[in-house]
């Protein structure tokens, strides 16, 4: 089958290699391009070791399955969740699913032609939709917005949004969506100008008043000095969510008066649970124009080079490669 293959550090290649074979085998249509692929592609990560496939924001066709044994039949058109929550684990019971140790994955990435995986993980893993639109490769992404703003302040509503990437703007949507008032602050100027063509608030990091309080401050970009920064702008009690990743070994700085005389509250927010990507599908099916506004750009998979590197330009928002 043909695939985009990551091969290391700047490295990705259009070209064949062996197609799956599992219990289920699914024909991919589109899959998203997120930040951690960029980053991989960029940097390298640990968890993906060159040559292997990225990808995993999906939306498929389902190709091969025993519809005796399932409630899913060929020809179903399904969202993909790339990895799902045992369910049974102290953590699952605790009410953080999505730090779940015992996760099941998806044994490819989604840039190629076909995926496979056994009956169980399809039952729980995949989710059937009306029609194969891009739109529904948001799913995932919106999906880990769902669980940061779950661990919020939910009963106020003022957000200050630092990050205008795709991530960022996912939040704004979900905030204008649940009627609670943000801001975007973006340092990248067609980001800015993208934003506000589409009616969000974004300002440049120049224009942050320095004494203007939020409920929730969300860091959507992984600079760790910006949490020492951004403190001021956080109400007596307030939260600030690191919700990008940062390197193993980052150390945050903020004094230690805030924490204790003012209360702020420092959380992390990672991934998401099976809940958050039923949730994230549901929005999508109420919201579907308004978050089809956050792709940017379409490449088909043999486009795989120029869809990383207009995502690295920092001039496109959601990239979409279709298979």
């Known amino acids: ?10 490295k990705i290649s259009y070209k064949d290699i062996e197609g799956p074979d599992n219990e289920v085998v699914l024909k991919v249509i589109s899959s998203g391009l997120c930040g951690t692929d960029l980053k991989t592609y960029l940097k390298g990560h640990p968890m993906f070791t060159p ?32 990895y799902i929550e045992c369910g049974v684990c102290d953590k699952c019971l605790n009410g953080n699913p999505e730090l779940c140790e015992r996760k099941s994955y998806l044994s490819t990435g989604c840039f190629c032609e076909f995926i496979s995986m056994d009956n169980f993980h399809a039952s729980r893993a ?3 939709i009306d029609e194969l639109d891009d739109v529904y490769t948001l799913t995932e992404p919106l999906a880990c917005v769902i ?59 120049d ?14 970009v992984n600079k760790p000095e910006l949490v020492n920064q951004y403190k001021e702008n956080i109400k007596d009690g307030g939260i600030m969510l690191l919700f990008a990743g940062y390197p193993a070994g980052t150390l945050l700085e903020i004094s230690a ?30 919201n579907k124009e308004c978050f089809r506004n956050t792709i940017t750009d379409t490449y088909k998979i043999e486009e795989g080079k120029q869809a990383f590197d207009i995502f690295k330009s920092g001039k496109s928002m959601k990239v979409v490669i279709r298979i």
């Open 257 to 286: 008066y805030d924490v204790h005389y003012r209360e702020i509250i420092i959380k992390g927010s990672f991934g998401f649970a099976k809940k958050h990507f039923v949730s994230g599908l549901n929005f999508i099916n109420k």
């Open 207 to 220: 224009e942050k008043d320095t004494g203007e309080k939020y409920d929730n401050v969300i860091l959507a």
């Open 126 to 128: 995949l989710i059937k």
């Open 147 to 205: 669980n940061g703003i779950e661990k919020l302040n939910g009963k106020y509503s003022k957000n200050l949004i630092v990050g205008g990437g795709p991530m960022g703007m996912l939040f704004y949507l979900m905030f204008k969506i649940l009627g609670k008032e943000a801001l975007i602050v973006e340092s990248t100027e067609w980001r800015r100008e993208f934003l506000k063509e589409k009616d969000i608030k974004t300002i440049s990091p």
């Open 1 to 10: 089958m043909k695939a985009l293959v990551y091969e290391g550090i700047g």
């Open 51 to 82: 040559p292997t496939v990225l990808g995993h924001e999906c939306i498929a066709e389902i190709v091969k399955i025993d519809e005796k044994n399932s409630k899913f039949k060929k020809g179903d058109k399904v969202v993909v969740a790339p």
